[in-house]
């Protein structure tokens, strides 16, 4: 069983930038991926990035060169690196784990930009 801890969501006005960190709660391999997910309110959820354990990473179109996904130490933490945020981007930020072929999320994050 895998547990995901999200943190880093807020308010902030267009233009500018969060983190947003999610850790994995396992002792043993680190997750083969993690990514980031979003939601914004009466839409699907929908991909932001993902990081392979190795360090490949693949992004959403609408994120290239604004967003950077990362892992940190042991590889059981996930960055998301968010700049120049439009309101657009407003949505709940989800977390999520691939361990042992199976799918782990976390409850999610608000991040809100405003106009």
């Known amino acids: 069983q895998v547990q995901l801890a999200e943190s880093g969501g807020h308010l902030v006005p267009a233009g500018g930038s969060l983190r947003l960190s999610c850790a994995a709660s396992?002792?043993?391999?680190?997750?083969?991926?993690m990514g980031w997910y979003r939601q914004a309110p009466g839409k699907q959820r929908e991909l932001v990035a993902t990081i392979q354990r190795i360090g490949s990473a693949n992004y959403a179109d609408f994120v290239k060169g604004r967003f950077t996904i990362s892992r940190g130490v042991a590889e059981r933490t996930v960055y998301l690196q968010m700049a120049s945020l439009q309101p657009e981007d407003t949505a709940v930020y989800y977390c999520?784990?691939?361990?042992?072929?199976?799918?782990?999320w976390g409850q999610g994050t608000q991040v809100t930009v405003s106009s």
């Open positions: 396992i002792s043993v391999l680190a997750p083969a991926t």
């Open positions: 999520k784990a691939v361990w042992g072929g199976q799918d782990y």
